[in-house]
């Protein structure tokens, strides 16, 4: 799953925000949006924080400045640290062993705990940010304001290159340019780098060793690929999970709860064989993940292996 992950959430946060405010009619000033002086709004970066998801705090943060200028509060928004994504889907192997013993790889569980927030997800996720809530306080007119100071990203409209208002601005203040191209290196690097990762002659070396030890458990290899092994077994599980186990096959409600129905009673023996598929398979690949997570993360946008 090549990609740039890194750069792809930037792209994402970014794009999506002009899309919190609607349009509105014009004639009048932006004055019911002023905030007052100070440090609202803006991220602390992580001390620890590495290259590119420093830019992305920075530029959230540059967001909130500029808006400020043109009198609007901006929240900026936190970005998502991969690191964090991955630690219990592979890359710190206690945790995800301690979430394996209880969950499996997490979907046949959701019938077993229906309410656990281990599984349900952060259901805040489907709220309305701050920055959605202040631009529903706006009139028609100055919603219409916000959104030409705020800007929006390239291809937004027909002929437009390059991102304007403040995101222009935030851009150009941390990667010195607004032009996408600084995405389109971003993504070429992302594919160099997924191409590093699999041509890695140790990586290589594991994930034979990864694949055999599958084998020899009677499970299925499909990829022996270093940036695809370690999410393997897991879309398999989730392909072939019954209706009501939360995988693939089951849909779901918008507060992410199955619209499928299964006892728990029902789900208990396919859990316990769930549990047992992901341990074979967290410590099949537990040297495969040990080298490859560290090499990935400092290879930001080629692909995990959870």
């Known amino acids: 799953m090549p990609g740039s992950r890194a750069v792809r959430k930037l792209a994402v946060a970014v794009s999506l925000l002009p ?82 013993q209880k969950y499996g790889f997490g979907y046949t569980a959701r ?97 034979q060793s990864y694949a055999s030890c599958l084998k020899r458990d009677g499970i299925p290899v499909t990829t022996t690929q270093p940036t695809s092994i370690g999410e393997m077994v897991k879309l398999q599980a989730s392909s072939s999970a019954p209706p009501g186990g939360g995988g693939a096959a089951a849909a779901e409600n918008p507060d992410g709860t199955s619209t499928e129905s299964m006892s728990k009673e029902e789900a208990l023996p396919l859990l316990t064989k769930e549990i047992a598929l992901a341990m074979k398979d967290l410590e099949c690949g537990k040297d495969f993940r040990a080298a490859y997570f560290p090499k990935f993360f400092k290879n930001p946008g080629s692909t995990g292996a959870g």
């Open 111 to 207: 019938a077993v705990y229906p309410d656990d927030p281990e599984l349900v997800g952060d259901r805040s996720a489907n709220e309305p940010s701050d920055n959605a809530k202040y631009v529903e306080t706006l009139t028609p007119a100055q919603k219409t304001v916000y959104d030409k100071a705020l800007g929006s990203v390239p291809g937004s409209e027909k002929g437009q290159n390059d991102w304007t208002g403040c995101l222009a601005t935030a851009n150009k203040k941390v990667y010195g340019s607004t032009s996408p191209k600084e995405l389109l290196d971003a993504s070429s690097r992302s594919q160099e780098n997924a191409q590093a990762l699999n041509g890695d002659q140790k990586l290589v070396g594991l994930a």
């Open 19 to 100: 899309l919190l405010a609607a349009c509105g009619a014009d004639g009048e000033t932006a004055s019911a949006g002023k905030e007052s002086a100070g440090s609202a709004g803006q991220l602390d970066v992580p001390a620890d924080a590495g290259a590119e998801l420093k830019n992305q705090y920075l530029v959230e943060n540059a967001i909130a400045d500029c808006m400020k200028e043109q009198g609007f509060t901006y929240t900026a928004v936190a970005p998502i640290d991969p690191a964090s994504t991955w630690a219990t889907d592979g890359a710190d192997y206690e945790l995800t062993k301690k979430f394996r």
